[in-house]
């Protein structure tokens, strides 16, 4: 059972391009969450989502950010016009079940550099 | 805003040693758990704590949730250069998971 896959892992973009990142979850799976991490730091919460729907974006900026998880295919977190600022690791996990006692399963991460 | 503040931020100990790392919040949690990366990959789940006083133990490790489900501690016995790493407690409230700022441990042989 493949775990979580993350593409691409690493993406060099120049200032004002677009950066899409993604991630297909465990096998089973609905729901799906995007973290940010800076370097020795803990991940921040971005957004959580289940099959074609959000849930939580609280931790999303409100420009220039997207996210979405179609019924078919990976879930998909947008960057546009990314800022140097964008530069970090992002993280997808993934989880079969809603629970407050659920794991997460982490993919390895897809880490954007902002020339 | 629930917030987990973790200390040390860092540790650097020689092997065979002792440490503990600490999990705080003013809030109060349904679960916490325990992760710990490594450079270059995800984080991976060590343990989950649900009931107020509990005590789990993973071989060195040993997990403790405090009694009011606000804080939470991670022991580890004689650290070997292996247990090196980013630990992160969580917790989880509303469906997400907020993770602390991280603890990283370096242990020298």
């Known amino acids: 059972n493949a775990g979580v896959m993350q593409n691409p892992r690493h993406l060099v973009r120049r200032r004002g391009q677009e950066a899409r990142l993604r991630c297909s979850p465990m096998k089973g799976h609905s729901h799906v969450y995007w973290y940010r991490q800076l370097p020795e730091e803990g991940l921040k919460f971005m957004v959580y989502?289940?099959?074609?729907?959000?849930?939580?974006e609280s931790g999303m900026p409100k420009e220039r950010f997207s996210a979405e998880f179609p019924k078919e295919g990976p879930s998909i977190l947008r960057i546009q016009q990314v800022v140097r600022g964008d530069s970090a690791a992002y993280f997808c996990?993934?989880?079969?079940?809603?629970?407050?006692?659920?794991?997460?399963?982490f993919g390895e991460g897809s880490r954007l550099t902002v020339l | 805003t629930q917030l987990l503040e973790q200390s040390p931020q860092f540790l650097s100990i020689q092997e065979g040693e002792n440490l503990t790392v600490y999990c705080n919040s003013s809030?109060?949690?349904?679960?916490l758990q325990w992760y710990r990366q490594e450079p270059g990959e995800g984080p991976v789940l060590l343990v989950t704590?649900?009931?107020?006083?509990e005590v789990k133990k993973l071989k060195r490790l040993t997990f403790q949730f405090g009694d009011a489900r606000k804080d939470s501690s991670l022991h580890i016995t004689a650290a070997q250069p292996g247990d090196t790493g980013l630990y992160l407690c969580a917790g989880r409230n509303t469906g997400k998971l907020i993770f602390g700022q991280g603890t990283t441990l370096q242990v020298k042989p």
């Open positions: 809030s109060v949690f349904s679960s």
């Open positions: 996990a993934s989880s079969p079940l809603a629970g407050e006692t659920g794991e997460l399963f």
């Open positions: 704590v649900v009931t107020g006083g």
């Open positions: 989502l289940q099959k074609e729907n959000i849930i939580d």
